[in-house]
């Protein structure tokens, strides 16, 4: 495949230098625009921190989130209503809405114009998965990177994993390392900033995922606890589902996988194998566990009948920064947004 990626990079060197010198218009705005992004395939854990985001800047800001929406079956510019579905917007943008019902939630696969349709009524916008959206120059930008990926060679698609080359980094305000251990020694710290290569105007922070108590289907609290008698049958349809399995295997080794690709659209034919397994199941506690995310994929007209008979719980997962992190992070990002609004009028 390396040929290929070789291809590949030459074009998407092209295509930067394009925006860089240019060529390639990338449109600024006077409404502040954070983005959200990571350089290669897969899941960095942008949905929790653009929820991280939307929690710090809810209550002092009319804000919006705009997606792209993959895997919708519409097109062009929506905002999301209480009712919306992953099909109508896309899991990540259902998913936002759900959790924050009083901020707008919207989709567009060009974000110039969903911007354009926004920043009338809003006086912020967080963009989900857009650092490679170069017709948008974002005023804040944030990049993250997966710990558990560090390591591996930078090599761009489809040899490697990455969307552009690494120099790409240059574009973020800041880079943060995502679901690292709870714990990260000062010298693996150290190691991995110099793996990274932080620029001198970059800020370098360090997070973990935490794992909230379980719901279920409908997000009312679950007081369910796992334990080693327990026969937990994983229903995952993301990107890296091996932190949420290594989360599970700390309680119980009885784990059943039913592990789709990011994104799948589960099918009819999908639940009813699950709901055979768990019903042929002879543990006595058992329980099935979804993701937030393959949730508001499971919850589709077609499947919500088989779904409703089955004991789904779901696991929320949030952002929790090491070395007291978050201080500073919200610092700069609260900075950037005040100065940013301070001329700002909602019309």
């Known amino acids: 495949m390396f040929p290929f990626s070789l291809v590949y990079g030459l074009v998407v060197i092209m295509r930067n230098w394009c925006y860089d010198a240019g060529i390639f218009k990338s449109h600024g705005f006077s409404i502040p625009v954070i983005s959200v992004g990571n350089l ?3 899941g960095a854990g942008k949905t929790p921190m653009t929820e991280y985001l939307v929690r710090l800047l809810k209550d002092h800001y009319k804000l919006a ?5 993959y895997g919708r079956k519409t097109q062009d510019f929506i905002t999301a209503t209480a009712a919306a579905t992953a099909t109508q917007i896309g899991d990540e943008p259902a998913q936002f809405k759900h959790k924050f019902p009083e901020i707008t ?10 911007i354009q349709h926004l920043q009338a009524g809003h006086n912020l916008i967080i963009l989900d998965d857009a650092f490679q959206h170069r017709a948008v120059k974002p005023g804040f930008s944030i990049l993250l990177f997966d710990y558990g990926r560090i390591n591996e060679p930078h090599l761009l698609l489809p040899a490697g994993n990455l969307r552009e080359p690494f120099s790409g980094r ?3 305000d800041i880079l943060v390392v995502t679901k690292c251990p709870a714990v990260l020694s000062e010298e693996e710290q150290t190691r991995v900033a110099e793996r990274i290569g932080p620029l001198p105007f970059q800020f ?5 995922i935490t794992y909230q108590p379980m719901q279920d289907i409908e997000g009312n609290n679950a007081d369910i606890a796992l334990d080693a008698d327990t026969t937990v049958f994983l229903l995952t349809g993301i990107a890296n589902p091996q932190p949420l399995f290594q989360h599970i295997k700390s309680f119980t080794q009885r784990i059943i996988h039913h592990n789709y690709p990011d994104h799948h659209q589960f099918s009819l034919k999908n639940i009813t194998k699950l709901a ?3 019903s042929a199941c002879t543990a006595t506690k058992k329980l099935i566990i979804t993701t937030e995310k393959d949730a508001q994929r499971l919850v589709e007209h077609e499947l919500l009948p088989l779904v409703k008979t089955l004991p789904i719980l779901v696991t929320p997962i949030g952002v929790q920064f090491l070395n007291n992190g978050e201080q500073q992070f919200g610092h700069l990002v609260t900075e950037y947004v005040r100065e940013h609004t301070t001329n700002h009028i909602i019309h």
Do not use: M, Q
């Open 40 to 42: 290669d395939v897969g």
């Open 65 to 69: 989130t705009l997606s792209r929406g």
């Open 105 to 114: 939630v919207a989709v567009c696969e060009k974000r110039v114009e969903g």
């Open 170 to 172: 240059w574009r973020a």
């Open 204 to 208: 370098l922070f360090f997070t973990t």
């Open 276 to 278: 055979s397994e768990f």
